[in-house]
């Protein structure tokens, strides 16, 4: 047990590093560019970007949690690996695939992990929203 937290630590500190990464890289983007509100459709293409670059961050979190499993022999194979942290990360947990009774407990530090890091990735697309809304208002109004 001791040795899955430990081993849950680590890979949950290796999501939460590349997550800070890529919101990191964004964040340098944005005050490169300022958000200045200067159409709709240039406010909807700025949170698509965004969009997109916060789900690679939780995609590479979820291989690097697929390629530990698979590392420890968990899963049979890459797919099911990616799968089962996927649905695992995400929370889903539709239970057709599950680990090994010794990896149960890393298993659920990935959920949490997951839920963490999906909140960050909102509470930042929120804080960008906001920022958006904030410079339309300030010129003028739409």
């Known amino acids: 047990m001791l040795g899955q937290l430990l081993e849950g630590a680590l890979l949950a500190a290796l999501s939460v590093a590349i997550h800070g990464l890529i919101l990191g890289w964004i964040i340098w983007r ?4 300022p958000v200045v509100s200067r159409s709709i459709g240039l406010d909807i293409l700025l949170l698509v970007r965004i ?3 916060c789900l690679l961050a939780h995609v590479l ?6 390629l530990y499993y698979r590392w420890q022999d968990v899963m049979p194979d890459w797919e099911l690996a990616v799968y089962f942290s996927a649905v695992t990360y995400a929370t889903i947990g539709y239970g057709d695939v599950t680990p090994p009774a010794d990896y149960r407990l890393l298993a659920s530090i990935e959920g949490l992990t997951g839920i963490l890091m999906c909140a960050w990735s909102g509470g930042f697309f929120f804080a960008v929203v ?10 003028g109004g739409r």
Request: proline share 0%.
């Open 30 to 33: 944005l005050q490169q560019a």
């Open 51 to 53: 969009a997109v670059w």
């Open 61 to 66: 979190e979820i291989a690097a949690w697929a």
């Open 130 to 139: 906001t920022r958006v809304q904030k410079s339309a208002v300030a010129e």
